[in-house]
């Protein structure tokens, strides 16, 4: 297992993420068709008949058999997107997989545990994964929301192979302690005459509007493309089989382990792109 230290923090990327295509090419070739059949030929006159009686009439010749139907081009094989899936088998077991389909940029979903608030001013999160789907404009990025929902901080964590290698898990460490804390304001109720009164009076509250991590209501992981995204469709498939936790003030966090359910991580269907997934793999 690779261990993972990440210390920057990116900026909110766009809450969005349409189902893979593998694009399948036709031969240029095309299918021959059949032959028709050729007509019957006409039968004899018959003889005229002796004494003025007229002859009868001569039998009309069979109709010819329309010819076999040409055989239809065989078609090409499908092209490769260079992303892997998850295949047929479960890719883990006690973890979850989850799947993002992508075609153009700036598509995302957001999975998510709720729950608190929980204070979470020196702690960190630590999600072990192992991408099946790697690409620099591909991410993978923890995130926490406060309980007002206004307030996002996350961690921009793109699935290169230099920070992913193949077939290993990584632990990446989301430090949600070391983000500012939200500016001081007035309350939205406070009137337009209450500046220096309500500093003096100490009656300052935190920007609601800001990022307060002592009262984190949400938090996992948003997968996806980034804004400057420019590949061709696929899907994203990161596999999670741990989430464990440090810190966490006055309301602890027991370790996500995946052995037995989800364990609360759900998919946030209104601010994921359509066709995203969560599955559970238990143990074998």
Do not use: Y
């Not at 995204?229 to 089989?241: I, S």
């Amino acid at each position: 297992m690779q261990h993972l230290e990440s210390t920057s923090f990116g900026s909110l990327t766009c809450l969005a993420i349409a189902g893979a295509l593998l694009v399948a090419c036709s031969d240029d070739d095309r299918p021959d068709t059949g032959n028709g059949g050729r007509g019957g030929s006409a039968g004899a006159a018959g003889a005229a008949g002796s004494a003025g009686a007229s002859g009868s009439a001569g039998a009309s010749g069979a109709a010819g058999a329309s010819g076999a139907a040409g055989a239809a081009g065989s078609a090409g094989n499908a092209g490769s997107t260079g992303m892997p899936d998850g295949g047929a088998e479960p890719p883990c077991t006690d973890c979850v997989e989850l799947r993002v389909p992508i075609d153009d940029s700036d598509q995302t979903a957001l999975f998510t545990f709720e729950g608190g608030p929980f204070d979470m001013s020196a702690a960190e999160i630590h999600f072990r994964m192992r991408p099946l789907t790697r690409g620099d404009q591909l991410i993978a990025s923890p995130f926490a929301r406060d309980q007002d929902l206004q307030g996002f901080a996350s961690l921009d964590v793109a699935l290169t192979e230099e920070r992913f290698p193949e077939d290993t898990w990584v632990t990446v460490d989301f430090g949600v302690g070391g983000f500012f804390p939200p500016n001081l304001v007035l309350p939205a109720d406070a009137g337009p005459n209450a500046g220096d009164a309500g500093f003096d009076a100490g009656v300052l509250v935190p920007d609601p509007t800001a990022f307060d991590k002592s009262r984190v209501r949400r938090f996992g992981l948003q997968i996806g493309t980034t804004p400057d995204f420019a590949g061709r469709a696929a899907t994203v498939v990161v596999l999670v089989d741990t989430v464990s936790f440090q810190n966490v003030v006055g309301n602890p966090l027991a370790e996500k382990t995946f052995d037995d359910n989800a364990e609360g991580l759900t998919l946030d269907l209104a601010a994921s792109t359509p066709g995203a997934q969560l599955i559970h793999h238990p143990a074998d």
